[in-house]
């Protein structure tokens, strides 16, 4: 493990109908410019015949300034094989907001990897519609923002929300066991860009209290689904999901207390994810590189 | 590891409202007409107030001559605490019925264990919809039957399995990839005693082609249960559960090929499970002993 | 999940050479004195010929004074089959003790379990050999004691934490990632009270940079255990393991991030399981029942 | 899931020192003629500094025949970037020897997936030191080959094994639990292409009884790995490993019973893997595409 400054990259997420040649387009489009691949993974769906790609490449030595990447590769590879597609520079870090309610779990994962610097991101910010995680707030000492929300107030308070993101850069939102439904206004300007915590293996227990459905079934594992928030309820694209083994033996509660183990991980798993730009969504799946 | 003869021992599994003394009186009347406990098992439903117990001890010694532990423990025992009861004796083998269509990956598992004396239980015998597998049982010399079923002939044909079942003395029946949906009569007759393996983690894909529906739904694991049969389709109280995860590289060829594994072992650990006399079902979940 | 307080209740962790009779007469000595079993977990190593118990009543009801208990127990059925045994009563939560070093994973996972009240326990002490996390013991105004070690005061130092910890009444001392090998003289004061979490699957990659060792080998699975210390080092009593798959994708420095995943883990479950007085120790091998 | 047949391909493997431009040079080759790329995956080990990868492509309408294939890709970019490379084609499948000795539980999962087409493998062969298994052989009507192996023959029975194995065609040789240690000749002849299955998570429990190496050091969880076989026991690239929790209730017996179910899943993923080309062994470690 050494310790010089990680190389400064840049960060190309692309998908496309498939045809042939766009890995052969896309590399002699950085190896002709000097550009030093540091890694490159590629994905085709057979059902779909859709292509998908990732490719991370040094700034340092490459012949197209960082501010002209994005319109060269517009015009000489992206819109030659109409490609939706975002590129990123890892000097330019993601600025995270992240949604709580009551519970902490999730909320002291997240600031912890922050805090101990396991993630390279900026200060979050923490928006929460209850007061009673504020002093984890002070304790990191990270600005909390209340809004309250009631049936009334609902709409007017997202708008607020949204002011407060935009004036505040944001472009990740963590939905940490945040106990609303977020309105189609926020999921359409945070496009795949909200990411939720549901505490079952999803598609199971879509819902309220899935511990306690899950409990009644009788299942003999449980888990947690990190996925993106769409209109429709716990039904967005998948990212991350994983489970732990439960016997008769345990109780609601004791469902309630392993799988907070399970939920924290794999949120933290998918904020991780993104944070290295490593998640395509595409009709209602991902495609994770990893 | 010892070589020695495995001990003749009897086997109570037993549940019932919970009332103080239960497990006093129960080792009382072993340890007083010296009964050597090999091991005793308990467990509370605190939801249900709902008592279960496992115990297992050795019948050389033991006072009670072995045809009449049951009158005993009844007259001295159950019927003071309205219990559900079974006995069961370790040299009083499972005879197995093994219910196969036409996929293998299963069928071969259980073979196995029991050629290999894995699970020292008897010969089982195969019964069948289809003759694709005919040529394994001939391989390894165990009774085939087909039962070719249509709309038409259903009813008919079950009548005569379970007359062919009642004949051999079978009381486990394995549906190990049974591609049929039996009947209620079957069911009825041997509740709690015909085990399904079903290829996701139930609750979440019911019904037919679950590897489609998972692929659809773009989930990040796979698994599959192991559950009694009953009326109602693939909700019966469940015995094992266990997943693999999956990455969007996988095909839905390649979830089948992974699924299988996993739906053999979860089949054979259920199987393993009822052989030992380890499983009380009770409101639709399950006590497993293990 | 009720929300009733819950009920006092004794545990009682015992092990003993095994023979006839032994589950009968505890159990007979709580039930003729009512006291209500909320749980019996009994096991017998059946090379060894050694019988464990654990069995929890409720002290409600039960005729013998809760001060009485030790000595009616001691007198009437310990002294009887040779037992070691320990008696623990819930409302007498463990006072902990947390070593740690640089790594504030592990402590971050404790306090937060602490803060939410997951475990029900007491305000722990943090002990260090160094200064950088003492942050965190203030922002959860938590008492943080800094003994700074050489090779020259080590003996010195310790013989002041033992002062401290005695003066704390500590009963649980959790190393979580503390750099520091402790001695002999603490060891066998807190004998099979000292957990440690250690970042492989033991016995792999015994001593220093485990995760450097499991790189070069090439290992498909890293992961994390938590034992007793003994005097030898890292070979002590395994309460819990847990592993996480790798690829050759991952660098010496991912094999950190993921590990410290499991590492909190695999300790924290550890040390639920302390404070539930779930484990009994027994010729370097653990009894857990879970 | 299409049921048409299934493409000819090509696949290359290949690693060399990392440099500058070689995907974009062998995406180039493929692409100016004509090569319609399936899969592509590489790997750049920062350490060593040292450049993996993967490609597979169609035959049909490729422009080079395909017995050119390997002398063109020699020249044009093998030579040029120093590269350690194997091609192989879709439609010359691998030909297997399983060795065995006398338990049968990989056997029969191996052979199970020959026989439901799984692999698409041709018929295996199988060589024993001892006979137990030629039942297993006639049933499924494979040949069956014998070398009782003694201190005095054991040279002059590898010798005429190597014979077989030439006359045979065999380029995977899967010790499926074979008790015998091979030879450095073997090993030198079948350099990368012997596979072993070993039952303990390696580095750990090497040798002779890791099951009763494992009960006594008391681990909670157990494994098994799949490897390449060297000269040196037990330290060969790892190709997979998988692992499952135990506790003390598993005595001896059921630490082996349990292991099995790992030891053949371990060793079937490691066989499907080869089998699909995607494992490159470099200095004691695997880089695996899957």
């Given at each position: 493990?050494?310790?010089?400054?990680?190389?400064?990259?840049?960060?190309?997420?692309?998908?496309?109908?498939?045809?042939?040649?766009?890995?052969?387009?896309?590399?002699?489009?950085?190896?002709?410019?000097?550009?030093?691949?540091?890694?490159?993974?590629?994905?085709?769906?057979?059902?779909?015949?859709?292509?998908?790609?990732?490719?991370?490449?040094?700034?340092?030595?490459?012949?197209?300034?960082?501010?002209?990447?994005?319109?060269?590769?517009?015009?000489?590879?992206?819109?030659?094989?109409?490609?939706?597609?975002?590129?990123?520079?890892?000097?330019?870090?993601t600025?995270m907001?992240?949604?709580?309610?009551?519970?902490?779990?999730?909320?002291?994962?997240?600031?912890?990897?922050?805090?101990?610097?396991?993630?390279?991101?900026?200060?979050?910010?923490?928006?929460?519609?209850?007061?009673?995680?504020?002093?984890?707030?002070?304790?990191?000492?990270?600005?909390?923002?209340?809004?309250?929300?009631?049936?009334?107030?609902?709409?007017?308070?997202?708008?607020?929300?949204?002011?407060?993101?935009?004036?505040?850069?944001?472009d990740l939102?963590v939905?940490?066991?945040?106990?609303?439904?977020?309105?189609?206004?926020?999921?359409?300007?945070?496009?795949n860009r909200?990411i939720?915590?549901?505490?079952?293996?999803?598609?199971?227990?879509?819902?309220?209290?899935?511990?306690?459905?899950?409990?009644?079934?009788?299942?003999?594992?449980?888990?947690?689904?990190s996925?993106f928030?769409?209109?429709?309820?716990?039904?967005?694209?998948?990212i991350?999901?994983?489970?732990?083994?439960?016997?008769?033996?345990?109780?609601?509660?004791?469902?309630?207390?392993?799988?907070?183990?399970?939920?924290?991980?794999?949120?933290?798993r998918a904020i991780w994810l993104m944070l290295n730009r490593r998640i395509?969504?595409?009709?209602?799946?991902?495609?994770v590189?990893?």
């Amino acid at each position: 493990m050494k310790t010089t400054a990680p190389k400064r990259t840049a960060i190309l997420l692309a998908h496309c109908p498939d045809q042939q040649g766009i890995i052969a387009n896309v590399t002699d489009f950085l190896h002709s410019n000097k550009g030093n691949i540091i890694s490159l993974e590629q994905h085709v769906d057979g059902e779909q015949n859709h292509f998908f790609m990732r490719v991370e490449w040094e700034l340092d030595g490459f012949l197209i300034p960082k501010e002209k990447v994005e319109e060269f590769f517009k015009t000489l590879i992206a819109d030659r094989y109409q490609m939706h597609w975002e590129l990123h520079f890892s000097d330019q870090p993601t600025r995270m907001a992240i949604f709580v309610s009551k519970m902490s779990h999730c909320l002291y994962d997240i600031l912890q990897r922050w805090a101990s610097k396991e993630w390279g991101t900026e200060k979050p910010i923490i928006v929460s519609n209850h007061t009673n995680l504020e002093y984890i707030a002070k304790r990191f000492d990270i600005p909390f923002y209340h809004f309250p929300i009631t049936k009334e107030n609902k709409i007017e308070q997202e708008q607020k929300m949204l002011k407060l993101l935009d004036e505040q850069g944001i472009d990740l939102i963590v939905l940490a066991r945040y106990m609303q439904i977020v309105t189609d206004t926020l999921i359409g300007t945070y496009r795949n860009r909200i990411i939720n915590i549901h505490h079952s293996f999803l598609p199971a227990f879509i819902g309220a209290k899935p511990y306690h459905q899950a409990y009644r079934r009788g299942v003999k594992v449980i888990g947690a689904t990190s996925h993106f928030v769409t209109a429709e309820l716990d039904a967005g694209p998948i990212i991350e999901q994983d489970v732990v083994k439960i016997s008769h033996r345990e109780s609601i509660k004791d469902l309630i207390r392993k799988g907070k183990d399970v939920e924290k991980l794999v949120l933290s798993r998918a904020i991780w994810l993104m944070l290295n730009r490593r998640i395509l969504a595409y009709q209602n799946r991902t495609v994770v590189f990893d």
